[in-house]
């Protein structure tokens, strides 16, 4: 099938040209640009595919689809990596010459297999290419495939493919023009970056690193690094900072050496030349090179030398390409050149700073060692520091002090030593050169030094040597120690791994810190002869002092077992040690379950902060790691100065805030626990506290544990006192309400008893007086029968004329009615009394409210009527139609009981005139409110708040047990689940109760 497109006139041709060329030109997206363009050619030419091919730099024409519109049948191309070994030969020279390549059929055209092979991987039958050239440089090609079938391209269509072309040709050269300008900015930031860091930066390695990853991000390399040369070995050296992608392996720390670099390189690195490589395969290179860079997956590589002078070559910085070949661009060039000279003017300034570091350390080890030498009395501890500071300050293997026996021909023994991890210790071990008296001793008498860079060449005498190598010396430095014009010993410093070349100022350096030891050592004796002197007096002042320290001790201790209150013992046990001891502070510190902690008393002195008035928890995480830490152990812990004590700087912050700058420590044991610390501070300054004033404080600290202790044991009996009294109280409320509950329960009994003995005979008078009535109605007949006889005798007319026969059936049948009716009220009495007591029913029951209500009132009617104090209670009853409800009947009868009887009593005290109860029945849906109201006085707030507690009654002893109101709560609230409240004002007191028509299932 042939499809085709024409264009009828050039409007249509170049409109649509136009059309396409807008579109390509209103991005500057060039992913953007091919997607919009392939999209626009394929709708326009009606094609299978449209595809932007781009061939890759440096790959022998090699190359992928890099954007493409394909229709929904046929598959994607993007991505393919495409090679075609004909390609350079047969088809580049014809598109860098702008030549269009178009096949209406592939399998018609003659083409070689290899080809055919190619498009048909794509489901290409016929195709139309067209070169996008930058500028002469062949970029790529933008191709349209037909994949259904043949297709004749048209004139007017190749044209169009043609101009479309050479636009894109444009546009990626414009495209890559910004790339490049923007690549210029970028690459004056990162260099503007990475100055600013190397000049603000005196740490090298730290340099070398950011300058690597900022190189290696810019230039988009594999690997960047700093290659450094050991002056020592003949040019050879290893990198010591690189930043390396992830798929190459580090090259750090790699010892390089290529024999012909010193032939081949070191003279053109050292006049600032630099070497490019684009391809380490091309021809050229020496295979001993190429070697070295394929150990480290090199395949093109740029090096720039690092230049600490004019022609000082310090190393190498070097960007490693290693996934494919690169040409280096000559600005790349340039900024990797400004960045290596940077680095060289680093190099020298650290080098400088170093220098004068090392002089400053020299004149700070010197002074320190002076003012230790002068300040401390400790002669071993002198020699100790001095050594082990001056071997780490001169970086060699020995430093050791030679003490001599005059009396055995200048033997001696090394008494003092700093020796590295590498070699082994001469401590304790005796020196003895037989020659020593006649060759060195007049010498070192005279304050000579001797110096040797190599024992092994300097004409050193055998026996001399020997004794050097034994202890593998390679050279040495010997200043001699005099006191008092005599050789007291030497001063040796040895250099084992390698020889040296001693420094003059290394020399004079070691002379001056000798001649400040040997005063020292003067120093030392003297101290030593006075301190023989005063030890005696001193021994006599320590006894007394001790004496007076245990009297002091006995009081305070007195003190503090005159209480039992920690309130009171607390602030006397501070206040009696900070006044022993002198302190600023003293404190007493209590431990929380998880090992933190406050401080719950001090004494402080008026010149300090409290720390208890601004109480802070304090959260030691050693102590709560620990459990307490050394303290556990029942160990004290003392510091003479808190900056010189080895301290965190976290934990200094904290003694900074307690103001502290001295300390001491004892531990507070509870029996067998560790209940806290007593805490004693100085902080005016250090202060080196002495073994009786840790003693002090243990003493202290162990009878204030005594205290606390006993101070407890009275603390938890009241406490028991107190549990037991509540305990009692409970037991007592509780009892008087088994009473009361066991009372309503006989009252229960009791009147269900007396109903049950009155319902029987009442039931038998009841069901016969219907039957009497019957009789007497019969008898009437009868009577009057007899009456209408003629023949009546005399005497039953005379004894029906005496006994009022006419009276008597008139008022006989009124008699008979009235026993009825008794009867009948005897029986709903009966049943009044039986719904009170409900002892026949289940506990819990669905019952009618209103019924327990009148059944309440029955019982109680003879306390609504009139007496002699006051008119009869008036009654008002206002009850809505409710279904029944479940409850415990009988005991909500005793809370109706309850709150009646008290209305009731409150009436009768107040001798109201017209005194009025009303009770109300609301339905509220799935509850019922019952109230009960009064025209009594209002009731007091004082007994508003308690009148639901166990046992509070305004009643007079004998009248009440304060318990009504309190079971009556307990019923409704806790019983039922509802809710009893009282509101009282003038002349009207209500309480009203709430039920729930059904009860909870958890509580049935």
């Known amino acids: 099938m042939s499809i085709s497109l024409s264009f009828n006139s050039p409007e249509p041709q170049s409109t649509t040209l136009l059309h396409v060329i807008t579109r390509i030109w209103q991005s500057q997206d060039l992913h953007r640009v091919f997607k919009v363009t ?54 580049a020279p014809l598109y860098q010459q702008g030549k269009t390549h178009a096949l209406s059929d592939i399998y018609e055209q003659g083409l070689e297999d290899c080809y055919v092979q190619i498009l048909a991987q794509f489901q290409v039958r016929a195709n139309l290419v067209v ?133 081949n390189f070191v003279s053109l690195y050292q006049r600032g030349r630099t070497q490019e490589i684009a391809d380490i395969y091309n021809p050229g290179l020496q295979d001993c090179y190429i070697k070295i860079l394929e150990r480290f997956e090199v395949r093109a590589n740029l090096i720039v030398p690092i230049l600490t002078a004019q022609s000082d070559l310090w190393g190498l910085l070097c960007i490693h390409q290693c996934e494919g070949p690169r040409h280096w661009q000559e600005d790349e060039i340039e900024f990797v050149v400004c960045i290596a000279e940077e680095l060289g003017i680093a190099i020298q300034q650290a080098t400088y700073l170093q220098t004068v570091k090392d002089r400053a350390d020299h004149q700070r080890i010197l002074v320190q060692a002076i003012s230790r030498i002068r300040k401390s009395q400790d002669i071993h501890r002198i020699f100790k520091t001095t050594v082990q500071e001056l071997r780490h300050l001169l970086d060699c293997d020995r430093v050791i002090i030679l003490r001599f026996n005059p009396e055995q021909n200048w033997e001696g023994e090394f008494i003092a030593e700093s020796v590295g991890p590498r070699w ?33 060449v300097e004409g050193s005498e055998d026996c001399y040597q020997q004794i050097l190598e034994q202890f593998e010396v390679k050279a040495n430095l010997v200043v001699p120690i005099t006191i008092e014009e005599e050789l007291w010993g030497l001063f040796c410093i040895h250099q084992c791994e390698e020889p040296r070349h001693w420094q003059a100022e290394e020399v004079e350096f070691v ?15 003297y101290l030593e002869q006075m301190q023989q002197q005063s030890t005696q007096m001193a021994q006599a002042e320590a006894r007394k ?30 206040r009696e040690v900070r006044s022993l001891l002198n ?42 790691d620990t459990r307490g830490g050394r303290y556990r152990h029942q160990e004290t812990f003392a510091v003479d100065d808190i900056y010189t004590a080895g301290h965190t700087d976290c934990h200094i912050e904290l003694l900074e805030k307690f103001q502290a700058k001295a300390y001491a420590i004892a531990p507070i044991f509870q029996g067998e626990k560790l209940w806290g610390l007593l805490a004693g501070y100085q902080n005016d300054g250090p202060r080196h506290w002495k073994a009786e004033d840790l003693d002090l404080m243990v003493q202290i600290a162990a009878q204030l544990g005594l205290a606390i202790q006993q101070a407890n044991l009275l603390a938890e009996t009241r406490q028991q006192t107190e549990e037991l009294t509540e305990t009692l109280k409970t037991l007592r409320t509780t009892q008087l309400q088994l009473i009361q509950g066991e009372k309503m329960s006989s009252l229960g009994q009791l009147v269900a008893g007396i109903a049950h003995e009155i319902n029987n005979p009442v039931n038998f008078i009841h069901a016969n007086l219907q039957h009497v009535k019957d009789y007497v109605e019969e ?15 005399d005497s039953m007319a005379s004894l029906a004329q005496k006994h009022d026969l006419a009276f008597l059936q008139e008022d006989l049948p009124k008699t008979l009615a009235s026993i009825s009716n008794g009867s009948e009220r005897i029986r709903e009495l009966v049943l009044s009394l039986r719904n009170f007591s409900r002892l026949d029913e289940a506990e819990v029951k669905e019952v009618d409210v209103v019924a327990g209500i009148e059944s309440t009132l029955i019982i109680l009617q003879h306390r609504l009527n009139s007496n002699g104090r006051r008119p009869e209670i008036q009654l008002i009853q206002k009850y809505e139609d409710k279904p029944k409800i479940e409850c415990f009947a009988a005991q909500l009868n005793q809370v109706f009981m309850n709150l009646l009887s008290n209305a009731i009593d409150a009436l009768e005290d107040a001798a109201v005139e017209s005194p009025t109860i009303e009770i109300r029945t609301q339905d509220l849906g799935s509850h019922i409110e019952v109230t009960i109201s009064n025209n009594g006085p ?21 009248r009440g047990t304060g318990l009504g109101l309190s079971i009556a709560y307990q019923i409704v609230v806790e019983k039922h689940g509802g809710q009893l409240v009282c509101e009282s004002e003038a002349d009207l007191t209500t309480f009203r109760v709430t039920l729930p028509c059904q009860r909870p299932s958890s509580d049935q």
């Not at 954007?67 to 994607?76: I, L, T």
């Open 38 to 91: 392939t999209t626009e050619i394929r709708q326009i030419l009606e094609a299978d595919r449209v595809a932007v091919f781009h061939f890759l730099p440096y790959k022998d024409w090699e190359g992928e689809f890099v954007a493409e519109s394909v229709g929904p049948a046929w598959k994607s191309a993007l991505a393919y990596q495409i090679h075609d070994h004909c390609f350079g030969d047969k088809f």
């Open 131 to 263: 070169p996008i050239l930058k500028g002469k440089e062949l970029w790529g090609l933008l191709c349209v495939h037909q994949c259904e079938g043949p297709r004749e391209w048209q004139t007017d269509e190749i044209e169009l493919m043609s101009a479309v072309g050479k636009q894109l040709g444009i546009a990626v050269q414009q495209a890559e023009y910004l790339q490049a300008v923007k690549d210029r900015s970028d690459r004056q930031k990162i260099l503007v970056r990475v100055l600013a860091q190397v000049r603000k930066s005196q740490d090298l390695t730290r340099t070398f690193k950011i300058t690597a990853q900022e190189v290696r991000q810019f230039l988009d390399a594999d690997r960047v690094g700093v290659f450094q040369f050991d002056p020592q070995t003949n040019w050879e050296g290893e990198f010591i900072a690189e930043s390396v992608g992830a798929p190459w392996k580090s090259a750090l720390a790699i010892p390089t050496y290529d024999h012909c670099f010193s032939q």
């Open 424 to 456: 082994k210790s001469a401590l304790d071990q005796r020196v003895n050169d037989p020659r020593f008296s006649e060759q060195f001793a007049p010498l070192y008498q005279q304050g000579q030094h001797t110096t040797r860079s190599d024992i092994t």
């Open 511 to 525: 002379q001056l810190l000798v001649e400040h030891l040997g005063v020292a050592i003067q120093q030392t004796k």
């Open 545 to 574: 002092q001790i004496a007076e320290r245990q009297n002091l001790i006995a009081r305070t201790v007195d003190k503090i077992r005159q209480s039992l209150d920690l309130e009171t013992i607390f602030p006397t046990t501070t």
């Open 583 to 624: 302190l600023d502070r003293v404190a007493i510190y209590q431990f929380e379950s998880d090992w933190s902690g406050y401080f719950v008393a001090e004494s402080v002195a008026h010149s300090w902060i409290p720390l208890v008035d601004t109480p802070i928890v304090i959260a030691d995480t050693h102590l709560q």
């Open 779 to 793: 008898l009437f007949k009868l009577v009057s029968a007899y009456q209408n006889h003629r023949a009546l005798p």
């Open 938 to 958: 209002r009731i007091a707030e004082k007994v508003y708040r308690q009148m639901f507690n166990p046992f509070f009654t305004t009643k007079p002893p004998g």
